[in-house]
Structures are given as structure tokens and as C-alpha cells.
């Protein structure tokens, strides 16, 4: 199995390089076929461990763009060219070097995890291809060793924030004295939350008692939670996604530990429900980059054409910043007059005061949206609009 997988690794990097080596030697990026037809990537986690992620922010492309096509762009229609990585990174490599040296794309929306976007950086960057990932969080997505990824984007806020509004929030809204983490600690994701949430509930005055970690695929987590049971701890943050928070939570509660637990973004899925059950989730919180029960017309607007298309479901976060990436790209699009990539890659650089379903987007010198952040709670299986928190 693990002879496979470096396999499987280093087939992804042979074909990485031999794109990569062609896009040096000639001008790159893809542009609108005689057709009129401009081609956008989407390399998602359609299938494996995070497919719920992937699923639904291609929902939400999918109803995005079948808004705009309705009057196109300067007579254009945009089309989608998905590809499945399986939820794994040398299949999000293999699926940036397909979009772009065999479809042509002018930019790939995706992927959902920090873990997957960051494996396409190098090809989009070579390529001079826009890289856009609604929900890649971690904040080393645009910018690596103080250098910024120029061809890299998100429509998502990133990791530090998140953390950062979960301290605040366990520090003054719970009144939380100490505080246990509980880490993948072979993501970047749930490390980079946490190292954020602990900086900042720390210089106000709490205390860690406790840090225990996993890795992704474990079940059994009795173990560990044991031990934070033992610290008596008044809150528990655990950023990881949601296939083995809905077991950290259920298996907490059987234990009798009943303080409040939260997470971010990486727990909103239709799954944690499944796997944790209603009653666990009480008195569990998350951050998140929108809410349906915001009265904004905006949200508003979006949660009935999204209910119209898929027979009454309630759009999630995913939804919304699949939605948002979509109409995204396609304002820099109009913005370029062009479907050259690097003209929309200006255009994208530059956008400032876009009106979303996530919020007004303005971007800093990091590429990183400025926007505000949503604390939701679960009640009964239900997640509640509890608050929205803006940058400080």
C-alpha cells in the first residue's frame, strides 16, 4: 500500500515537471476557444475523504455559473472542466496538469483543503494560470517563506483569523479560564488554527492544560480524550474535519465530557451530524464564512436559487464559497475583457468591493479576503446564527 502511494507520487511529479517544462518555453495560460467558450478548471475532492467539501462547492459553481450564462460574458458562456482528486495530493497535482496542458483552462477553482490546493501552487504559478481555492484556509496558500504565490487566490479568510475569533469567543462569550487542543497533527489546517487560538486565549489571560493530537482515518480517539478529562479543562478546541471530529465529539460526550467544544469551517458538513449525532453536538460551536440565517438579501437571494435547484437543501458554507469563487473569477473576467489568464490574474489582483454571499470582497497585498467571520451553534443537529465578527 505504501509502495502504491509513493508510486503514485512520483508518476504526479514526472508529469508535474514535464508541464511544467513546457510551460517555460512558451507563453502560458489558456484562452476562449473559436467557440466562444471559456473553459474554468475545478479540481475538487469529488470522491475520498473530504468529498463532502468538494461536492458542495461544486453546487454552488454549478448554480453560479448557470446564472451568468444566462447573459454571458461579452457574448461568452463559461464552461466547467471538473476533475475528481480524489481527496488526495498527487491527484490534485495530476488534475492541475491536465486542466491546464490538456483543457486549456484559464484558471482551476479549487481545491477545498489547504493540503491539495498547495499541491497545485508550483504547476499554476509555472503555468501562469490562476489558482482560486474557495475554502484552503492554511496561511501559507499565498504566500510561502515571505513570497507571494501572484497567481494564487482564495475567497476564503484564512486559518489565523479563524483561530483568533475562536479564542476571543471562548474567552469572553464562555468565560473559559483553560483550555484543551486536540490536533491533527499531520495538518496544516487543524496546526495552523490551533497554534492561532493558543497565541491569542494565552494573551488574555487562559490556560492550556492540555494538547493531544491525531492523524486523519483514526476511530478511536478514547485515549487521548481521556487524558484531557483528567486536565478538567472549561473548553475544548478541536480543528480538524468533520469525518473525525463526529467521533472526537461523540466519543467525548459517552466519556462524560460535557464542556463546551469548537471548531471551524473544516466541521461543517451534513456528515458531522451522522457521525456525532444530534445530542453530542450540543453546546459545540464553530467559526464559519457564512450563515443561512443571516437576513442579508444577498444570503437571502442566494438560499432560494439554491433551494430551487437542489430540491429544497439548505446551502452550507462549501455552497456559498463555491458560488461566491465562481462569480469571482468571472468579474475579473469581465474586468480583463479578456480570457487570457494573466489579464485575469491582474484583475483578480485588483478586486476591490465585490459584492458576495460571503461578504464584500476586498483583498490585501496577501491575496487573503478582508471579511467578516460567522459563530454558528449547534442545537438538536441544527446549526443556529449565533454572531457575526468582523476584522479588528
Given at each position: ?64 455559473l448557470e446564472e451568468i450564462n444566462k447573459e454571458g460574458i461579452d457574448g461568452k458562456k463559461l464552461k466547467l472542466v471538473p476533475f475528481d482528486n480524489k481527496s ?305
Amino acid at each position: 500500500m505504501r509502495k502504491k502511494k509513493l508510486a503514485g507520487i512520483f508518476m504526479s511529479l514526472m508529469v508535474a515537471a514535464g508541464v511544467m517544462a513546457g510551460c517555460n518555453s512558451s507563453s502560458t495560460g489558456g484562452e476562449e476557444d473559436k467557440g466562444g467558450t471559456i473553459k474554468i478548471g475545478a479540481n475538487l475532492e469529488l470522491s475520498g475523504g473530504v468529498a463532502s467539501y468538494g461536492q458542495s462547492i461544486k453546487e454552488g459553481i454549478d448554480l453560479a455559473l448557470e446564472e451568468i450564462n444566462k447573459e454571458g460574458i461579452d457574448g461568452k458562456k463559461l464552461k466547467l472542466v471538473p476533475f475528481d482528486n480524489k481527496s488526495e495530493a498527487p491527484e490534485a497535482i495530476n488534475g492541475a496538469t491536465k486542466l491546464i496542458s490538456q483543457d486549456k483552462v484559464v484558471a482551476i477553482i479549487g481545491a477545498a483543503t489547504s493540503g491539495n490546493t498547495k499541491a497545485q501552487i508550483e504547476i499554476a504559478q509555472s503555468s501562469s494560470v490562476p489558482l482560486l481555492t474557495p475554502t484552503g484556509t492554511a496561511d501559507d496558500v499565498t504566500v510561502k517563506g515571505g513570497k507571494l504565490n501572484d497567481f494564487v487566490f482564495r475567497t476564503c479568510f484564512i486559518d489565523p483569523f479563524q483561530g483568533t475569533v475562536a479564542a476571543n469567543f471562548a474567552s469572553k462569550d464562555l468565560n473559559a479560564k483553560s483550555a484543551a487542543i486536540f490536533i491533527d497533527s499531520a495538518s496544516d489546517y487543524s496546526k495552523g488554527l490551533a497554534a492561532s487560538f493558543k497565541e491569542l486565549f494565552e494573551k488574555k489571560g487562559g490556560k492550556i492544560v492540555k494538547e493531544e493530537a491525531y492523524v486523519a482515518k483514526d476511530t478511536d480517539f478514547h485515549a487521548q480524550l481521556t487524558n484531557i478529562k483528567g486536565e478538567q479543562p472549561d473548553f475544548i478546541f478541536v480543528p480538524g474535519y468533520y469525518e473525525e471530529v463526529g467521533l472526537i465529539v461523540k466519543q467525548a460526550r459517552e466519556l462524560g465530557i460535557d464542556v463546551p467544544m469548537m471548531g471551524a469551517d473544516g466541521w461543517d458538513s451534513p456528515k458531522l451530524i451522522e457521525l456525532a449525532g444530534k445530542d453530542a453536538l450540543n453546546n459545540t460551536f464553530i467559526t464559519n464564512h457564512y450563515s443561512s440565517g443571516d437576513s442579508d438579501t444577498k444570503v437571502q437571494d442566494f438560499v432560494k436559487a439554491f433551494k430551487a435547484k437542489y430540491k429544497d437543501k439548505s446551502p452550507d458554507a462549501f455552497n456559498a464559497l463555491g458560488y461566491d469563487s465562481a462569480y469571482f473569477i468571472a468579474d475579473a473576467i469581465k474586468r480583463a475583457g479578456s480570457g487570457d489568464s494573466k489579464k485575469i490574474q491582474k484583475a483578480l489582483a485588483e478586486t476591490d468591493g465585490l459584492e458576495l454571499v460571503t461578504g464584500k470582497m476586498k483583498l490585501d497585498k496577501n491575496h487573503n479576503p478582508i471579511k467578516s467571520a460567522v459563530i454558528l451553534e449547534y442545537k438538536d443537529g441544527e446549526q443556529t446564527f449565533k454572531t457575526k465578527v468582523s476584522p479588528e
